[in-house]
């Protein structure tokens, strides 16, 4: 089948509505979820994103990018959208330098207990409203071994432009849920069987590595991260099993979030059961 390529050079034309304003924060924010779109940039992420099951709606491409993805074009079906760099910039508010956007159907999310009950690895994240931090915590979970994400209410949307484009497409290769009754759904989360530690700076944390070694063969692991600057709230260190901390040198007192979560995802994914025996 060939898709026939639409070339547009009005940037008000109605057919382009998905893309207008992509640098409107706040606009996207609410519209996306709304509307069941999301946006994926450059020709890596579009091609995880259509692997991972995500239905197209339409491309909005530059020639150059029409050639490079002829067989996205062939097997998607969708309406794509030709336009010049300037009439891409104009309609989505920046430079658009990877040439290559489009415009998916977001899929229902999963059951947090339907998540928790095929996992054994998973991060818990607390109010991280911080669309590159997000991005970046999905690439280390998916990349270190975590098995699936679970999301507060008031966490930044992980099928946001900025954090796709941040995790390269690995939010699309991790299962995530968002956990409804905050901080409350943490019962839930221990009751699936899951020890979970609370990651805080705090000095009365016990250190990631020790807490880790005392953990049963078959035992579940889930990893609560919480914002920068304030960390997790009172409730949610309350509701954990064991706070730990990674130990620091020459004065540091915290990592960001996203490199926090980065080396607790591969001590988790590196932790071996105690020794018994001679």
Known sequence: MTVPLIPVTDPADPRLTDYTALTDVALRRRREPAEGLFMAEGEKVVRRALAAGYPMRSMLLTE??????????????????????????????????RGALASLHRLPLPDPADLLAR??????????????????????????GMDAVLLSPDSADPLYRRSVKVSMGAVFSL?????A??????????????????LTPDARAVELADALRREEPAERVALLLGAEGDGLTPRALAAADTWVRIPMAHGVDSLNVAAAAAVAFYAVATSRPPQTGP
């Open 175 to 179: 299962p995530y849920a968002r956990l």
């Open 119 to 144: 996992s054994r690895r998973v991060a818990v994240v607390e109010a991280v409203n911080d669309h590159t931090n997000i991005g970046a915590i999905f690439r280390g979970a998916a990349a270190l």
């Open 181 to 198: 009754q905050w901080p409350h759904s943490l019962t839930g989360v221990r009751e699936a069987g899951f020890r979970l530690l609370a």
């Open 64 to 97: 150059k990018w029409a050639e490079a993805l002829g067989d996205v074009i062939t097997s998607c079906g969708a309406p794509v959208y030709v336009v010049t760099p300037e009439l891409a910039e104009q309609v989505t508010g920046y430079h658009v330098h």
